[in-house]
């Protein structure tokens, strides 16, 4: 059958390969404060997809509670949304992902709705190589609740308040990294070329992909000490390599240096190339990830782009070895055994 | 009255040690008694624990059917010489001492008024076997065959079912079939046999099975379409999740070994709520099993699910609360949390199974009322029902039964609208329509949120709007009233101006306890609620009456509360009648109690215990 697209793209608008211009990749008006980098990050989200070919309808886009977690309204909004209840977007993923494997699913969370609240959900999804991209919009502070610090918030670190931060940090990335997860990125939401070909490589990644995005909040933790703040970040990135996504069936025309740059076959045939990688490190050894991370946290860096990436593990459907037919679309016949079945289990039971 | 008031009519206790392998022996007693037709009930007592504490198990013969616990022990097994001083003082006047005479009774543990069936156990096992384990281990069987031998159990019962449990290990039949064999010689040579309790083969069972509810519900859930069940362990919910992936390994494999069905231990009943609720936003049936303390903790998430109207299926096996209270105890104490769980305004969706089969039964029914609802749907069942065998009705799925999915509109449906509105009331029966998601390219699709939204599912704050939705979602439980499971009645006609009503496991004891009022001359009409809301037929029955006593297990008559609180009744027609001592309420408990009540002194007729 066919369906009647929307009919207010403007014929000058840029169409990907599916026909649809951005504005069918765009979510309602935002409601969150004007500079906020939460929406520079949907932003991205919008790009990356669009730039993707992927249709709308087949992503799902779940979040917890928070500043972050609002942000799916503000893209995709062809896509099924769940703004689901504080640090509890993961299991309400898990459960979605186990009912329809052949969907994109996107979970947006914040560092409060991640690293406290959700903390225990948040372990538990990476265990268990959930098939979704996370994306942790952070700014170190609870954004919807007026700025306190939250559990990402370093050590040292100034609040708008004046109040320094006592408690360690917690590093996302590090974390996902030791309990095993199979994609982890870092990135910041004022750098949109880094960020857009690392969603779609999360996108791509047939596990579970973290991509920690710092997201200053203007409102509530902007200020001179900060280690949140736009400036800080913006002075304290440090890549480690720039990337390039490579969509599946393109050639990889541009020639390359072997030495500066490194090619990752992903499970669906796209390409990672990463260029002027940093030293001593490949996004495919985890050792050595680990110790970039380290390294650059002793000189007060802040790693981004792609940190690690393992295209070899079985995801929870392959785990559970369920059906090639998605759980939500079989019928009664495939699911009920009948009476005749159910007469030999009462057979048993005498 | 007949000569032998004990045929078929009594309780035999077994006092075992946790962890020994006493369990399937004392299965095997209550199937033998199962198998030669006559009622049984067994009923596990057994401790938090996993090796060392005292165990019992209780098995009620009651060739009127009474499935109901019955206090009153009449034979006592004992093979805990840690609880002996105790099984002593609970047996009968009249009744029996069975113990392992290896060591000879202190004078402190003779009664005059009971009799001792000394039998060495442990001397013929040591005897026999070589191996401790062997001896542990056969010392429960033999058991058995010495109880066959004094109660009139046939041998060949017996033999069949050793035959049946070892399907596949056919070299542990004939050592076991010794062992009852050792237990029988040793009676016949040293004691006159039977007893007068003894068993009489009859043909009261017919086409009955022998199941535990969570058995039941967990195939239930396979029947009813699940396929994603997560879950968190906890007792005594754990077996029915168990049951739910055993069967769905039978029958849920497809054409190329892959499973149509998903099982998740969650890392918290949070998580299981979770899962489960996301799978059935995205269309698929999906459950999870819980006991009190994982309620509590689901509450948020079920506040959620009622507010952005999302089917879930929660199957509460209730013990004995607050807290961890007694974990390995039962009661209908979940009630009020179940019914009105998360903040804010909520109700939710209750189903109250009494028996295997309606376990199984409304595990079909949760998932279409939840499907069509657009709700969570709770099961309350109970630790007495989950976790112990009764005789139940077999389990039954109609030929032309269809799943019902509500309103869920396809791709076809969305084409032709114009603009859809998730929250819409487009029949005027408070259920809106739902879209599941990737249904259509550039329509259905909708931003599902806790947050207050307007019809069609975008935010606001706005009052009217948030009045509108709220009372929508009260109009839609009226319309769950007609579609849940109706009351049973007891009789065509009212007969008296007094009634019961009762629920779950209760129903046993109350059943048997309108005999005893009859017999005393007490008619009294009886209701079995098996739904919340209440439909107005349960409203009807409680008006037509002068007092109504209400029969239910816990300390605070929550089911009591629900009635006045939903139907308005005048609480002062509503007596209590309420057993929360973590044992299963008793029929003698609820005679007494009402009769007491209306201040009629009891006639006792012999044999009448009261
Ligand atoms: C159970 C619960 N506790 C507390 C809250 C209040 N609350 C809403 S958002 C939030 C913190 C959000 O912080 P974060 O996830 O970092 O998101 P941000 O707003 O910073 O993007 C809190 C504590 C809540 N909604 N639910
Ligand atoms: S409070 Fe902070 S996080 Fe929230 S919208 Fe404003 S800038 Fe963004
Ligand atoms: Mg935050």
Redesign the pocket.
Known sequence: MSYTRPKFAHPALPKNKLGYTRKEYEGSLT???A?????SIGAAIVEACWEMNIEPHKVAKLSGI???S?TPAYFLSNSHGFNSVHGRMPSVATGANLANKELIYLGVS?DGDTASIGMGQFVHVIRRNLNMTYIV?N?G?Y??T??QDSATADVGSKNKQGNINMFEGIDLCALALELGATFVAQSFSGDKAQLVPLIQAAMSHPGFALINVL????????NVGSTKSYDYVREHVHATATLDYVPPMEEITTAYDQDETKLVKMHDGSWLQLHKLSQAWNPEDKVSTMNALQEAHKKNKILTGLLYVDESSKDLHELLETSDTPLNLLPQSALCPGQEKLDAINAKFR | MSLNSKLNNFVVRFANVNGTGSASANHMFAKAIFRMGIPVTPKNIFPSNIQGLPTWYDVRISEKGYLGRKEGIDMMVCMNPQSMLQDIKSVSVGGYFMYDSTKVLHADFIREDIHYIGIPFTEICNKEYTDPRQRQLFKNIIYVGALSTLLNIEFGVLEGLVQDQFKGKEKLIAPNINALQLGVDYVMQNFKYPLDLQVERRDLLKDKILINGNTAAGIGAVYAGATVASWYPITPSTSLVEAYEKYAEKLRIDANGKRNFAVVQAEDELSALGMAIGANWNGARSFTATSGPGLSLMNEFLGLAYFSELPVVLVDVQRSGPSTGMPTRTQQSDLLLAAYASHGDTKHILLLPATPAECFEMMLDAFDLADQLQTPVMVLSDLDLGMNDYISSPLVFPEDRKYQKGKVLTAEDLQGMTKFGRYLDTDDDGIPYRTIPATHPTKGSFFTRGSSHDEYAVYTEDSPTYVRIVDRLTKKFETAKSMVPAPRFYSSENKSKYAMVFFGTSTYAAEEAMDILREQGLEIDALQIKAFPFSSSVNDFIEAHDQVFVIEQNRDAQMRSLLVNELEIDPKKLKKVLNYDGTPITANFIATTILSALGVQPVLKEGVVI
């Open positions: 409601t969150l404060c500079g906020c980098g939460h929406d928070g500043c972050s609002k914040g919009m700014n502070c954004g919807l007026k700025g997201s200053p909040c203007v409102t509530f933790n902007n």
